[in-house]
């Protein structure tokens, strides 16, 4: 999946790439490819399809399929709008051994907690970190005793 700006930008790059050059484009053309997008109207990269009526109930549909596992790569905007909906089952965070100091926030600065179980974590031998998380709900918190001193 992928919203409008990063499918067009992944377009112009691997959907003119020949499936000899590169295993990557390989299998980007052999898979269908879903864009949220109510400004895209006439996609190019073949087996594409525009999700723009509602968003929720086309993506509760693809997961429901059992052809395999929906997948969003870049998308900013949308995997915010996804978490937002509860339509995100498991998440895959690559950290790089990089700080920048500025962008975009991936996870909201508001909105519901959610809880998250670890499933898989490594990491390679330049620093990244690779772990996978699947959602568990909402979070629950301890209260701390009070402090006798107050």
């Not at 999700?51 to 969003?72: C, F, H, M, N």
């Not at 709008?81 to 995100?88: E, I």
Request: net charge negative; glycine share 8%.
């Amino acid at each position: 999946m992928f919203g409008r700006r990063t499918y067009e930008i992944f377009a112009g790059y691997w959907g003119f790439m020949r499936d000899s050059v590169n295993p990557i484009a390989a299998a980007l053309h052999t898979r269908p490819k879903y864009v949220a997008s109510t400004t895209l109207s006439d996609p190019r990269w073949a087996d594409t399809t525009v999700l723009s009526d509602d968003v929720a109930a086309a993506v509760a549909e693809l997961k429901a399929r059992p052809t395999g596992e929906l997948e969003v790569h870049g998308s900013g905007k949308l995997i915010r709008w996804l978490f937002d909906n509860q339509l995100v089952d498991e998440t895959i965070l690559l950290t790089y051994p990089v700080v920048i100091g500025q962008g975009t926030r991936l996870f909201p600065a508001t909105g519901p907690d959610a809880a998250l179980d670890l499933v898989d974590s490594r990491s390679t031998p330049k620093g990244l970190t690779i772990q996978v998380y699947r959602f568990d709900g909402r979070p629950h918190y301890e209260t701390a005793p009070p402090d006798p001193k107050t």
